[in-house]
């Protein structure tokens, strides 16, 4: 993507891998979120659609957003496709500071740009950086219709004509020089109207093809690019809404829907409310009115005359413009819907509850001390505004919830006393048993009744003597639980306990286990046989000890030895303790492969089954 900031403008390059698909563009602000979005087909030709430039699209094309971005540096331009694909690209903060400055057949630009880590704008790598003047009343002259200078010392263009190179006075300010070779070529570029550009973009690939590219144009004018594209936010008129009002007699009831203004528009303020009359014979009109916060959706309007027509306008206030007036519609006077699970009980025979679910289409207020929940049509003083969808109850409440719509209207109040549920502690667990291995133990119980609640259950860990341990395993949601990290052949003690929301219940009496006696640990490292070659290599951790293979059979257990198949485990490398290899030769290899083994060794330790590979 290529931005064009000084005019708002973008265009989109390439992606011809989506031909014929609709994009979405968007500019987004940090800390402000998206203030333009525009959408565009593919074309499948090197400019896939521009935006805001002539041919092509206008912001707010196929969008809600109407209005024209006002493009700066650190705004984040992102295309996104409708497989989700997605790229994205930063303004930069490179850009030319004055009009070029001739002094012969010299001509000098300034330009500066971002290198300070801590500003919110993107860092500028200065060899991305390249300066430009257009003139295309150089094309009879040098050939080309405009100029450019490179991060580097003064050099010939490839194409003669003159020679240019840029250089860094000082950090975050560059000075591009173009020395040409006859004054009327300098004349000639000297007179370019907003010529003078400053490019970077964010990567260049390996071939040399800049992504990202950010072309700032001193002078240049934002805003629409074309007719009827949408104005940019600092034109943008006082957004209009709609409203409704109800009269009767000498007073007048106005409601309306609150407003926002597009992002980084002047912003909303307030609203103004009049009364009009009719045009008297001489076609005199008066008015009266008020004007109200950005809060605000409804007013009554008093002390109008019961013998007199009026019209009433409601218009949005933002910065030092108002909007036109509000579509006038019927009023609303449906309230919204609100109810609540349980139903409240009485002082006397409160309902009991944990919490209260809450539903409704408009915005809930409640309070829990007994105080009102309305005051003067609006939520009280000490009114909640409800950003879940229940109300916990942890002791006994007096409730009362409403419900406002956008036009003011109210539910009626929903009041009534509620207690927290009772709930007994969960029951003593049944059938604690526990199967060791030589580090580990895994404990199993009967699950809960479900009536009890439960949430889950705390195994406690014991040495031999039933003191507990410094270490206890986690709160686990089953009704089983490995314990490990434990010594071979030491006894144990354990007991395990129910949870449920009113707390842990009484624990199980101690059940003592004994872990498994250790013996040593052997691997199979590789195992592959050849015609006549059949060679195993494993690890082991006592030397000494002599290790034999073993057939597998159906089932997965050990079955006849391999004859000949022993090795003793030998001292290995460090960080290695111990190695041990079989190897068999010609006959005793087998004709085929034999699929699966197991290594035993006579420490007690097992290692397999283990699959052979041919080789």
């Not at 805003?223 to 209009?240: E, L, T």
């Not at 199967?435 to 439960?454: H, I």
Request: aromatic share 6%.
């Amino acid at each position: 993507m290529v931005v064009f900031p000084n005019r708002d403008f973008v265009s989109v390059e390439g992606y011809s891998e989506h031909a014929g698909e609709t994009a979405l563009v968007e500019v987004t602000r940090p800390g402000v979120g998206v203030v333009g979005s525009a959408t565009g087909k593919v074309s499948g030709t090197d400019v896939a659609f521009e935006i805001n430039h002539p041919g092509g699209v206008c912001w707010g094309n196929g969008t809600s957003l109407n209005v024209t971005p006002d493009i700066i540096a650190g705004d984040v331009v992102s295309i996104t496709f409708p497989d989700g694909s997605h790229d994205e690209t930063t303004t930069s903060s490179a850009t030319v500071v004055q009009d070029m400055v001739q002094n012969g057949t010299t001509i000098t630009v300034d330009g500066t740009f971002n290198v300070d880590p801590a500003s919110p704008l993107p860092v500028v790598n200065p060899d991305f950086l390249e300066q430009r003047i257009v003139q295309p009343d150089l094309v009879p002259i040098i050939g080309k219709r405009d100029v450019r200078a490179l991060p580097g010392p003064i050099v010939p263009a490839p194409r003669g004509g003159y020679s240019s190179g840029m250089d860094f006075p000082s950090p975050g300010h560059f000075h591009a020089t173009y020395v040409f070779d006859t004054i009327e070529a300098a004349d000639v570029t000297a007179a370019a109207d907003l010529g003078e550009r400053a490019m970077n973009w964010q990567v260049q690939d390996p071939a040399g093809n800049r992504q990202g590219l950010t072309i700032a144009e001193f002078g240049e004018v934002g805003g629409p690019g074309f007719g009827g594209c949408p104005a940019g936010p600092a034109d943008q008129s006082a957004p209009a809404g709609s409203a409704s009002v109800v009269r009767t007699g000498a007073t007048a009831l106005v409601k309306w829907t609150p407003v926002t203004a597009v992002p980084t528009a002047d912003p909303v303020t307030g609203y103004s409310v009049e009364a009009i009359t009719a045009p008297d014979a001489a076609g005199n009109q008066t008015s009266s009115g008020v004007r109200l916060g950005v809060s605000a959706t409804q007013t009554t309007l008093s002390g109008l005359d019961t013998a007199k027509t009026y019209s009433f306008e409601v218009r949005s206030m933002a910065g030092n413009k108002l909007s036109i007036p509000f579509k006038m519609g019927a009023v609303d006077t449906v309230p919204p819907t609100l109810s609540v699970d349980p139903q409240p009980g009485t002082a006397a025979a409160p309902a009991e509850a944990n919490a209260v679910t809450v539903t409704s289409n408009g915005q809930v207020f409640f309070t829990t001390d007994g105080s009102p929940v309305v005051s003067g049509s609006l939520p009280s003083d000490t009114a909640q505004l409800l950003t879940g969808t229940s109300i916990p109850i942890t002791r006994p409440t007096l409730l009362k919830v409403v419900a406002f719509d956008q036009a003011g209207n109210t539910t009626p109040i929903i009041e009534g006393n509620y207690k927290p549920v009772v709930i007994p502690l969960p029951g003593v667990p049944t059938t604690l048993a526990g199967t060791p291995s030589q580090n580990s133990v895994a404990l199993t119980w009967d699950a809960a009744p479900a009536a009890e609640n439960v949430t889950g259950w705390q195994v406690s860990v014991f040495d031999g003597a039933g003191a507990k341990l410094g270490t206890q395993p986690p709160v686990t949601s089953v009704p089983r639980q490995t314990v490990s990290g434990l010594n071979p052949d030491t006894p144990y003690r354990f007991s395990v306990q129910a949870i449920n929301a009113a707390g842990p219940g009484p624990s199980t009496a101690q059940l003592p286990v004994r872990t498994q006696v250790r013996t040593d640990q052997i691997g199979i490292t590789t195992a592959k046989w050849k015609s006549g070659d059949f060679k195993v290599v494993g690890t082991g951790d006592t030397l000494g000890a002599i290790v034999q293979l073993y057939r597998v059979n159906a089932d997965g257990t050990a079955g006849a030895p391999f004859t000949g198949a022993a090795a003793q485990v030998v001292a290995a490398a460090p960080p290695g303790i111990g190695d041990w290899t079989v190897r068999l030769r010609g006959t005793a290899a087998g004709t085929s492969n034999p699929g699966r083994i197991i290594a035993k060794s006579d420490k007690g330790g097992i290692a397999g089954p283990f699959t052979v590979a041919n080789g």
